[in-house]
């Protein structure tokens, strides 16, 4: 087998070479990995790792650039540089300014020809750009595009001539949130939860030569329960004397997973389906291995073409295939939660916006699209949510490479509507607009393994027709899970039933036809002195002012994710998010990516037990959120032994639980309390000994800070506030302190500002098979 080769077989010119003085432009923030970016080091990799050839050409690096009002023609002069594919506001881009919606970014440089291409077809290929393009060839329109997100290809050999230099210009217009196109969170005044916008060419442009006949693409389905995977090969040009030939090949150690994009791939065939065109290939798998996050298992593809009367090898694709199945089943206990290969699995990530401080939209380099999928990995998650934003196919491809289970946004756009609010109206244009992109998206992204979920609709934004889509796309899909909408306004449709909870956690309730998920939680924020993109009003849902505060409120609430996982029968989590993105600092890492704000190794460690199978809890103390319980409670500052079992509290006031304001979001209120202060105290029965118990913890409610003692030893100790009853776990004195018959279980919580609220139980779980 020939070894896989980046064959720069043009050679590349432009007015502006690399051998020119170039940097890039002074942004406000930076990673480490934009020292390595240079006009002959822009994404030099090769872009389509599903589908390689041996023979292409990289187009990036420096262009010529100009902006221009939209009304106007092709510019006569240029105005600078740019480096391809860095969007024009991104400061590796070496510009670094903003386009208008009355304006229209211009692209120019030039290429040679090298002989070995004659008689073949010359592709040209853009990985996004965004949004409306419009290309050239030495002054002939090879086509147009609207899109910001999907790869698109031009077959321009007709626009050649027999000059050695060739000319290739781009014209780009971006109205951003000025028109009803996915956009995602790009806004033209940046602010809060919405970022700087990207215009233009944001991935790789480049060359290939093919054959009259050539292979145009292959759709990879596999299916488990059969032991088998279909593949359908379209090829252009084609007549009723093509045949096509489609091995799949397992690598030679088995413990290792074949690769499809970087070398051409070293195994052993295990099976070979030849035929003519016009129907799927199907290929057995025998003895399959599956692909999971903890074994991403990758079988490489090779698709061959034929003429059928003479020549043996038109052309030749290379790609590789990930065996998986992902579905919706009933547990053990007959709860509707998500299956990876037939077993239930607890999908749990953060939330990933796919931003860089210095590359918006692109990263700066493969290795740094790499990182953010390895740092996740190391941190203990197997899932990330992609949020309405498609990435250059590299990124998928590393999620596969190294397992990351991923649920895939469709960019959002046009106009929103509040939570329960319902839908929105589009226009015709605007509904086509959205149709055909997330059409593409599909198309586009089909053949991953990694991605296990289609997200149609966020929070409300953009979110029109919420039923027809979402069966459309499970139709055009069947493959993969689909969410209607993540969060906000819900519709009975789709495979899951999406909350969202800031800070949380919390969870709906699954039905018979659909699990239940978390599509975002938590937003603590803490912003880190020479690592933010202001010096000053960044921004976070709950933030703090050092890492080990951080890391408290998160294991806080990441405890009691386990509790909902038994009941109601949670089956994923989001956490938002993956970094810091521009004055958002709700980041586990900082915009830059230099520092982890919390330890991996324990994120790993306590991530590690929500994949375990749910424990069985059992009720020890009953809260009030279902039925009232009695507490005696007092308003006014009582002597310093209020705590202890033996306190004479018989002045004390006796009401129900909870105590607070009925607008406190998530309460239920059954005693008032407005004041400062509370002082609340509960004599409870248990039956065991200390010892007995598996692991006793609270179940509490608390806006905000609180203190909780059992039996006068000090329990527990939180402050801020959270949305909904959470695990917390108690102290090892509390707990050698319960004992059979009376127990004194006594809490003072203090609030300063907003909305209150008290209530608690205490539950103990145990472990399944234990």
Same mark, same amino acid.
Not at 104 to 122: C, I, M, P, S, V
Not at 190 to 196: D, L, V
Not at 347 to 373: C, H, K, N, S, V
Not at 548 to 562: C, M, Q, T, V
């Given at each position: 087998m020939k070894r896989f080769i980046c064959c720069l077989v043009l050679i590349l010119a432009s007015h502006a070479t690399a051998a020119e003085p170039w940097k890039p432009a002074e942004g406000p923030l930076a990673t480490h990995w934009a020292k390595d970016v240079s006009p002959d080091k822009a994404l030099p990799e090769y872009p389509r790792p599903q589908m390689v050839r041996e023979?292409?050409?990289?187009?990036?690096?420096?262009?010529?650039?100009?902006?221009?009002?939209?009304?106007?023609?092709?510019?006569?002069?240029?105005?600078?540089?740019?480096?391809?594919?860095?969007? *024009?506001?991104?400061?590796?881009? &070496?510009?670094?300014?903003?386009? =208008? #919606?009355?304006?229209? $970014?211009?692209?120019? +440089?030039?290429?040679?020809?090298?002989?070995?291409?004659?008689?073949?077809?010359?592709?040209?290929?853009?990985?996004?750009?965004?949004?409306?393009?419009?290309?050239?060839?030495?002054?002939?329109?090879?086509?147009?595009?609207?899109?910001g997100y999907d790869p698109f290809t031009f077959d321009v050999t007709d626009a050649l001539t027999p000059e050695l230099e060739q000319e290739l210009v781009?014209?780009?217009?971006?109205?951003?949130?000025?028109?009803?196109?996915?956009?995602?969170?790009?806004?033209?005044?940046?602010?809060?939860?919405?970022?700087?916008?990207?215009?233009?060419?944001?991935?790789?442009?480049?060359?290939?030569?093919?054959?009259?006949?050539?292979?145009?693409?292959?759709?990879?389905?596999?299916?488990?329960?059969?032991?088998?995977?279909? *593949?359908?090969?379209?090829?252009? &040009?084609?007549?009723?004397?093509? =045949? #096509?030939?489609?091995? $799949?090949?397992?690598? +030679?150690?088995?413990?290792?997973?074949?690769?499809?994009?970087?070398?051409?791939?070293?195994?052993?065939?295990?099976?070979?389906?030849?035929?003519?065109?016009?129907?799927?290939?199907?290929?057995?798998?025998?003895?399959?291995?599956?692909?999971?996050?903890e074994d991403p298992y990758l079988y490489g593809l090779r698709v061959h073409l034929f003429d059928g009367v003479g020549d043996p090898n038109l052309d030749e694709v290379i790609g590789y295939v990930g065996m998986r199945k992902v579905s919706l089943a009933r547990d053990e206990q007959g709860v509707t939660r998500i299956f990876l290969n037939g077993k239930p699995q607890f999908m749990f990530g953060p939330l990933d916006q796919g931003f860089w401080p210095d590359g918006l939209y692109t990263a700066p380099t493969d290795e740094a699209l790499r990182y953010d999928i390895e740092i996740t990995k190391q941190m203990g998650f197997n899932t990330c949510r992609k949020h309405v934003k498609v990435e250059p196919a590299r990124w998928y491809y590393w999620c596969d490479k190294l397992g990351l289970l991923v649920w895939q946004d469709m960019p959002s756009g046009d106009a929103s509507v509040a939570p329960g609010q319902g839908e929105i109206i589009r226009t015709d244009e605007s509904a086509a607009i959205y149709e055909r992109e997330l059409k593409a998206m599909l198309d586009a992204l089909h053949?991953?393994?990694?991605?296990?979920?289609?997200?149609?609709?966020?929070?409300?934004?953009?979110?029109?027709?919420?039923?027809?889509?979402?069966?459309?796309?499970?139709?055009?899909?069947?493959?993969?899970?689909?969410?209607?909408?993540?969060?906000?306004?819900?519709?009975?449709?789709?495979?899951?039933i999406d909350m969202h909870s800031y800070p949380g956690p919390g969870s709906p309730q699954p039905d018979s036809k659909r699990a239940a998920v978390l599509g975002e939680y938590g937003g603590l924020g803490l912003p880190l002195e020479g690592h933010t993109w202001l010096g000053k009003n960044n921004w976070g849902y709950r933030s703090f002012t050092d890492r080990e505060g951080l890391a408290s409120a998160y294991f806080e609430i990441a405890s009691a994710l386990r509790p909902l996982v038994a009941d109601p029968g949670l089956s994923a989590a989001v956490y938002t998010q993956t970094t810091d993105v521009e004055t958002e600092v709700n980041g586990l890492l900082t915009y830059d990516r230099a520092v982890v704000k919390i330890d991996p190794k324990k994120l790993a460690e306590a991530h590690g037990k929500l994949y375990l199978p749910p424990p069985i809890y059992s009720v020890l103390v009953a809260t009030s959120e279902k039925d009232p319980q009695e507490w005696k409670f007092t308003l006014e500052s009582p002597d310093e032994r209020w705590m202890a079992p033996d306190f004479d509290d018989s002045a004390w006031q006796r009401g129900p639980g909870g105590f607070g304001t009925k607008e406190t979001p998530g309460t239920v209120v059954r005693t008032e309390w407005s004041?400062?202060?509370?002082?609340?105290?509960?004599?409870?029965?248990?039956?065991?000994?200390?010892?007995?118990?598996?692991?006793?913890?609270?179940?509490?409610?608390?806006?905000?800070?609180?203190?909780?003692?059992?039996?006068?030893?000090?329990?527990?100790?939180?402050?801020?506030?959270?949305?909904?009853?959470?695990?917390?776990?108690?102290?090892?004195?509390?707990?050698?302190?319960?004992?059979?018959?009376?127990?004194?279980?006594?809490?003072?919580?203090?609030?300063?500002?907003?909305?209150q609220y008290i209530d608690l139980g205490l539950v103990d779980s145990k472990e399944q098979g234990q």
């Amino acid at each position: 087998m020939k070894r896989f080769i980046c064959c720069l077989v043009l050679i590349l010119a432009s007015h502006a070479t690399a051998a020119e003085p170039w940097k890039p432009a002074e942004g406000p923030l930076a990673t480490h990995w934009a020292k390595d970016v240079s006009p002959d080091k822009a994404l030099p990799e090769y872009p389509r790792p599903q589908m390689v050839r041996e023979r292409w050409a990289n187009l990036n690096g420096l262009w010529q650039c100009a902006i221009r009002p939209k009304s106007d023609g092709r510019p006569k002069e240029f105005d600078g540089r740019i480096l391809v594919p860095y969007p *024009v506001e991104s400061s590796l881009s &070496g510009v670094m300014k903003r386009v =208008e #919606a009355d304006q229209r $970014l211009w692209y120019r +440089r030039t290429f040679t020809l090298d002989e070995a291409w004659t008689g073949k077809r010359l592709l040209l290929h853009f990985g996004a750009v965004d949004w409306e393009s419009t290309v050239w060839v030495n002054g002939k329109e090879v086509g147009r595009h609207q899109g910001g997100y999907d790869p698109f290809t031009f077959d321009v050999t007709d626009a050649l001539t027999p000059e050695l230099e060739q000319e290739l210009v781009v014209a780009v217009w971006d109205p951003t949130d000025a028109g009803p196109q996915p956009r995602g969170k790009q806004v033209n005044k940046p602010g809060g939860i919405f970022y700087t916008p990207t215009t233009g060419i944001w991935q790789t442009v480049w060359l290939e030569p093919v054959p009259k006949a050539y292979i145009k693409s292959i759709k990879i389905v596999p299916d488990v329960d059969q032991q088998l995977v279909k *593949v359908d090969v379209e090829v252009a &040009g084609a007549t009723n004397q093509h =045949e #096509a030939a489609v091995t $799949l090949v397992a690598p +030679r150690h088995r413990n290792e997973a074949a690769v499809g994009s970087d070398e051409i791939i070293d195994g052993e065939p295990t099976a070979v389906t030849h035929h003519k065109l016009g129907q799927p290939f199907v290929v057995p798998v025998r003895d399959q291995r599956l692909w999971s996050p903890e074994d991403p298992y990758l079988y490489g593809l090779r698709v061959h073409l034929f003429d059928g009367v003479g020549d043996p090898n038109l052309d030749e694709v290379i790609g590789y295939v990930g065996m998986r199945k992902v579905s919706l089943a009933r547990d053990e206990q007959g709860v509707t939660r998500i299956f990876l290969n037939g077993k239930p699995q607890f999908m749990f990530g953060p939330l990933d916006q796919g931003f860089w401080p210095d590359g918006l939209y692109t990263a700066p380099t493969d290795e740094a699209l790499r990182y953010d999928i390895e740092i996740t990995k190391q941190m203990g998650f197997n899932t990330c949510r992609k949020h309405v934003k498609v990435e250059p196919a590299r990124w998928y491809y590393w999620c596969d490479k190294l397992g990351l289970l991923v649920w895939q946004d469709m960019p959002s756009g046009d106009a929103s509507v509040a939570p329960g609010q319902g839908e929105i109206i589009r226009t015709d244009e605007s509904a086509a607009i959205y149709e055909r992109e997330l059409k593409a998206m599909l198309d586009a992204l089909h053949n991953s393994p990694a991605i296990v979920m289609w997200v149609v609709f966020n929070e409300g934004w953009g979110q029109f027709d919420t039923p027809r889509i979402t069966e459309w796309t499970k139709a055009y899909d069947p493959t993969r899970l689909v969410n209607c909408a993540s969060g906000w306004n819900d519709f009975p449709t789709g495979d899951v039933i999406d909350m969202h909870s800031y800070p949380g956690p919390g969870s709906p309730q699954p039905d018979s036809k659909r699990a239940a998920v978390l599509g975002e939680y938590g937003g603590l924020g803490l912003p880190l002195e020479g690592h933010t993109w202001l010096g000053k009003n960044n921004w976070g849902y709950r933030s703090f002012t050092d890492r080990e505060g951080l890391a408290s409120a998160y294991f806080e609430i990441a405890s009691a994710l386990r509790p909902l996982v038994a009941d109601p029968g949670l089956s994923a989590a989001v956490y938002t998010q993956t970094t810091d993105v521009e004055t958002e600092v709700n980041g586990l890492l900082t915009y830059d990516r230099a520092v982890v704000k919390i330890d991996p190794k324990k994120l790993a460690e306590a991530h590690g037990k929500l994949y375990l199978p749910p424990p069985i809890y059992s009720v020890l103390v009953a809260t009030s959120e279902k039925d009232p319980q009695e507490w005696k409670f007092t308003l006014e500052s009582p002597d310093e032994r209020w705590m202890a079992p033996d306190f004479d509290d018989s002045a004390w006031q006796r009401g129900p639980g909870g105590f607070g304001t009925k607008e406190t979001p998530g309460t239920v209120v059954r005693t008032e309390w407005s004041t400062p202060d509370i002082w609340i105290r509960r004599v409870v029965e248990l039956t065991k000994l200390a010892g007995e118990f598996n692991d006793p913890h609270l179940t509490m409610h608390h806006d905000e800070d609180a203190e909780i003692f059992i039996n006068g030893e000090l329990a527990a100790k939180v402050t801020g506030y959270t949305t909904r009853y959470v695990a917390t776990p108690i102290s090892a004195a509390a707990r050698a302190a319960l004992r059979p018959g009376r127990n004194v279980i006594a809490v003072h919580c203090k609030q300063t500002g907003g909305g209150q609220y008290i209530d608690l139980g205490l539950v103990d779980s145990k472990e399944q098979g234990q």
